[in-house]
């Protein structure tokens, strides 16, 4: 079993940190002197804007190295020392053997899934594929807030509950009448295939110390991770993950299950003109109790940029930057996810998540990485197929509520 290492908040994420919260003090004084021109004045001097939009700007790239730095400290170091005490010695031989020279002996074909499809491949070993799961984890910023479930089949199917088993209070002699049972939904999550294709020279393959579980993971994380993230917050369900802004939404007052609820921000393509704030609360409210201590914010970073200008009733900003290496930014008490492919604020566009992400969204892994060695299509280099299958989708229709950017 090979060795895990987790890294500490390392000397870049201390001083990305310290950089951020120097800048976002920085941001108050002139947003402060900017609301206070526009007070006094109806409007803000030009130059007052140009300032507080280049001291935001900072701020959010203070945020962003804090976060790259954290996502490194997180990555899983294999440690080589231990690889010789390997769960499957032999799997791993075998596997590094196809990847280093194409030697297939002792390795377990596996065919494609698809009868239409005639590119098979290997299953890689137990530590490969841990290897890219764990870096998946901590560089996907939906696989960091969601279930991630682990399943054998190619399709999970869920029974849940959309409505309670009635009960009631009777008298110690009183007749009991059956009660109604509980409403079932069968949910089902099909995992769709995810592939990247790395290249490699063969120099590198033939270096002896080179990690080849580490390399392989390495070389799929961004591609793997970059394609997951868009499809669970956007994907329409075809050969891919059901994203959570996919399925019907409609105003909270009427969202029934299968629909997600929305709270509307007060103003067209925009925040309320005055106390923009309050509808913030209302979104962090519209959830049931339940779900809100495990709360959080999804948004983008341009989303980000609008929210860090508000202040509550007493005037205090109602963004805060984390407090120490590993948080994460807050809004109004609860964190904040920065996810990319969020939309941006505008006209009726759904831009502010907020909810329990872990119980309200499941992402499925197929147990099994498959790699496919091709020396011939790009040569000199050599390809490695790589596939797995991920699906996800919405599992509790009342842990996640966004905002639509509209009047109501």
């Known amino acids: 079993m090979k060795e895990t290492k987790q890294a500490s908040a390392s000397p870049e994420a201390r001083a990305a940190m310290h950089e951020m919260m120097a800048a976002f003090e920085a941001f108050k004084g002139a947003n402060d002197a900017r609301l206070s021109e526009i007070e006094k004045k109806a409007s803000a001097d030009t130059l007052l804007e140009e300032k507080v939009a280049r001291i935001d700007q900072a701020v959010g790239q203070a945020q962003a190295r804090l976060d790259r730095a954290m996502s490194d400290a997180r990555r899983p170091v294999i440690g080589s020392e231990t690889a010789a005490v390997a769960s499957a010695p032999e799997a791993k031989a075998a596997f590094e053997g196809y990847v280093r020279t194409g030697r297939e002996l002792g390795l377990e074909i596996k065919a494609g899934l698809s009868s239409a499809s005639n590119s098979g491949g290997y299953v890689v070993p137990a530590e490969t594929e841990r290897a890219i799961e ?144 309050d509808k913030l609360i209302d979104l962090i409210y519209a959830p049931k109790a339940q779900y809100r201590p495990n709360g959080r914010f999804v948004m983008n970073r341009k989303t980000v940029s609008a929210v860090r200008k508000f202040k509550d ?38 831009a502010i998540a907020f909810g329990d992400f872990q119980r309200g969204y499941l992402i499925v892994d197929r147990a099994g990485v498959r790699v496919l060695r091709d020396p011939y299509s790009a040569k000199p280099y050599v390809l490695f197929y790589t596939t797995k299958r991920v699906g996800g989708g919405v599992q509790n229709f009342d842990a996640i509520k966004v905002m639509k950017f509209s009047a109501s």
């Not at 295939?193 to 994380?221: F, H, I």
């Open 134 to 277: 764990r870096r998946l984890m901590a560089t996907s910023p939906m696989r960091e807030i969601a279930t991630v479930r682990t399943v054998a089949s190619g399709v999970f199917k869920k029974p849940v509950s959309t409505a309670g088993i009635a009960s009631g209070w009777v008298a110690e002699t009183a007749a009991r009448p059956e009660t109604d049972p509980a409403t079932l939904a069968l949910l089902e999550f099909l995992a769709a295939d995810l592939y990247a294709n790395p290249a490699a020279t063969q120099s590198l393959l033939d270096d002896a110390l080179v990690d080849l579980d580490e390399w392989l993971a390495s070389e799929v994380e961004d591609a793997f991770a970059a394609q997951e993230t868009t499809a669970f917050v956007t994907g329409d369900g075809t050969n891919k993950p059901k994203g959570f802004l996919s399925y019907d939404i409609v105003a909270d007052a009427s969202q029934a299950w299968g629909e997600i609820g929305y709270v509307a921000s007060g103003g067209a393509g925009a925040f309320a003109a005055s106390t923009p704030a």
């Open 313 to 350: 009733a007493d005037g205090n900003y109602i963004w805060s930057p984390a407090g120490r290496p590993g948080e994460t930014a807050s809004l109004l008490g609860y964190p904040v996810t920065e996810i990319e492919t969020m939309p941006d604020i505008a006209a009726n566009s759904f």
